[in-house]
C-alpha cells in the first residue's frame, strides 16, 4: 500500500518537473469510482487518458495503475509559495478498480489533514466513525489486493506541498477489519512543513 500512495506523490512531481503538465482533470465523485465495481474503462471514459500508467504485483496479484496529475502555476494553492496540484492514484486488479487516492494543495479542495491526531487512533478501539470525525471524510479507499487484509478497507488521506522542487508530504493509511474498527494504522511525516 505505501509503494502505491508514493506513486501519488511521484505522479505530482513528476507533474510539477514538467511545468505547467499533466493531465487536467475534475475530481470525480466518489460514486463514480466504486471499489470493486468501477473498471479502467470507464474512468478513461470520463477522466480521459491518464498523465501515467504501470502495470506491476501487489500482495501477489497483478494490478494496473492509472495516474492522472496536474500542476497549474496559474491556480492558487490552499499555502502561499506552494506549486498548485493535484494527483489521482487509480490501482485496477482483473479490470476493477481496488485503490484510488486523491492528493490536492489546490485552495478549493486541498486534502491537508492535521496529522498530529494520528497518534490518537487505537488499534482494535477506534472506529471508521471516529475517523471521520478527526479527519474528515477519506480522499482515498482500498481493498485487497491493494491492501494485505482481504476482508479490510483502507482509508487513505494525503496531501504534498511542493515549493521549488522540494516535496513535503504527509500519508495516513487506517485499515479498518469487516466491523470498522481499525486492524492497523499507519502515518508518515516527510519533508520540512513550513
Not at 486492524?183 to 519533508?191: I, L, P
Request: glycine fraction near 10%; include cysteine.
Amino acid at each position: 500500500m505505501k509503494a502505491l500512495i508514493e506513486w501519488c506523490g511521484l505522479l505530482a512531481i513528476a507533474a510539477v518537473m514538467a511545468g505547467c503538465a499533466g493531465t487536467k482533470f475534475v475530481r470525480p465523485s466518489d460514486g463514480d469510482l466504486e471499489l470493486g465495481k468501477t473498471t479502467e474503462q470507464q474512468v478513461m471514459a470520463k477522466l480521459g487518458k491518464p498523465f501515467q500508467q504501470a502495470t506491476g504485483l501487489t500482495n501477489g496479484k497483478s494490478t494496473r495503475t492509472l495516474g492522472y496529475a496536474y500542476a497549474s502555476f496559474g491556480a492558487q494553492s490552499k499555502n502561499a509559495g506552494v506549486t498548485p496540484v493535484n494527483a489521482l492514484t487509480l490501482v485496477f486488479h482483473e479490470d476493477r478498480l481496488v485503490s484510488r487516492t486523491y492528493m490536492s494543495n489546490l485552495k478549493e479542495d486541498a486534502t491537508d489533514f492535521d496529522g498530529s491526531r494520528a497518534a490518537a487512533i487505537q488499534v482494535g478501539k477506534t472506529t471508521q466513525a471516529q475517523i471521520r470525525t478527526m479527519f474528515g471524510p477519506a480522499p482515498g479507499e482500498a481493498i485487497y489486493p491493494a491492501i494485505k487484509q482481504p476482508n479490510g478497507k483502507a482509508l487513505i488521506y494525503t496531501y504534498q506541498e511542493m515549493r521549488g522542487f522540494t516535496p513535503s508530504t504527509r500519508v495516513l493509511t487506517v485499515v479498518l477489519d469487516p466491523q470498522g474498527t481499525v486492524a492497523d494504522v499507519d502515518y508518515q511525516n516527510q519533508g520540512t512543513w513550513k
